[in-house]
């Protein structure tokens, strides 16, 4: 009977999740027609990224204060080659993306063997470095950035200049990423990292190799965030300091915080939160970090688990978020 009990909860959960699943994408397909899609771009590009982040973060216990290195320096990559080369905008996000695993592999090399607050610290530090490249070397045109990136046609068929072809190609992108991260959480592989996560000297004991699986999910990370730093570098056309700056990779820790670390649907929520007051208080003569702190002040003593976290700390039957 209890076994009975906890496999129709389990479906339960299982149904309401696709429900969940099915009632966003159909939502987003929508958006673009009731919404600006230059605006939903931005969030999707933004909850990409937090995703990414979560993934080391939430499931691998690795809080990186570094990953503004790999979505601005994707982002450079990007405009570059398009701009520059000439490149189809779809191997200008593969290069990208291998540029920002390539980033990842030294980064994971250097700090994975420290803890805590040392490799916090290490990833700030080589994040600045790749913030002093950027500023210096001379494609990334310091200040200015490079501008006037060329959407281009995706495959040669689609004309990405065209504002809805351009968002369902970010929305595709985005749906890939967060699918990716879905699949990974939820694999072997997943649940060895939530191991280290919890206590890493025990699946130490237990035989893993808990380096390795920590620098693999430290480059999967920076290979989504590249992707993420690619494409908004495609969206809004512009490669700029502003994206490998070290606030940007503590805006990617307060959208994740935000929207409640360790679950899938938590940076999503989170970046959109963000992204929206931002967009919405640049109009006015508030000053929006100190709005946003004092909203990220309010969640954490209210919300401990962040929005999505309580909401699901709520639900009977919660499962596996």
């Known amino acids: 009977m209890q076994t009975q009990a906890l496999r129709r909860t389990g479906v339960e959960a299982g149904s309401r999740r696709a429900l969940l699943i099915g009632g966003g994408l159909l939502l987003a397909l929508a958006a673009p027609f009731l919404l600006y899609p230059v605006f939903l771009m931005k969030v999707l590009c933004f909850a990409l990224f937090a995703c990414a982040f979560n993934l080391l973060i939430g499931f691998a216990g690795l809080l990186s204060f570094g990953h503004a290195a790999f979505f601005g320096g994707a982002a450079y990559v990007t405009a570059h080659v398009v701009k520059e080369w000439g490149w189809a905008p779809e191997f200008g996000l593969l290069a990208a993306t291998v540029v920002a695993a390539g980033l990842g592999l030294v980064f994971g090399l250097i700090a994975i063997r420290r803890q805590g607050i040392y490799f916090a610290m290490i990833t700030l530090a080589l994040s600045q470095m790749v913030f002093f490249l950027a500023l210096q070397l001379p494609f990334t045109h310091g200040e200015d950035g490079i501008q006037g990136v060329p959407r281009g046609t995706l495959f040669g068929l689609f004309d990405l200049g065209q504002p809805l072809t351009m968002y369902y190609t970010v929305l595709a992108i ?39 699986y920590k620098l693999v999910a430290f480059v999967l990370s920076a290979s989504l965030a590249g992707l993420a730093g690619g494409t908004k570098a495609l969206v809004f056309q512009l490669a700029s300091l502003t994206d490998v700056t070290w606030q940007m990779s503590g805006e990617v820790v307060l959208m994740t915080l935000l929207g409640g670390m360790g679950t899938l649907f938590g940076p999503v929520v989170g970046a959109g939160l963000v992204v929206t007051l931002e967009s919405y208080l640049a109009s006015t003569s508030l000053p929006v970090p100190v709005v946003i702190g004092c909203i990220f002040v309010v969640c954490v003593l209210v919300f401990r688990r962040g929005i999505v976290g309580e909401l699901l700390a709520r639900l009977p039957g919660k499962g596996n978020r």
């Not at 967060?178 to 959480?185: E, K, M, P």
């Not at 996560?197 to 390795?212: I, K, Q």
């Open 174 to 212: 985005f749906v890939a990423g967060f699918a990716l991260i879905w699949r990974t959480v939820h694999s072997p592989f997943g649940q060895v990292l939530k191991a280290i996560r919890e206590n890493e000297p025990r699946a130490v004991s237990l035989g893993y190799r808990t380096d390795r």
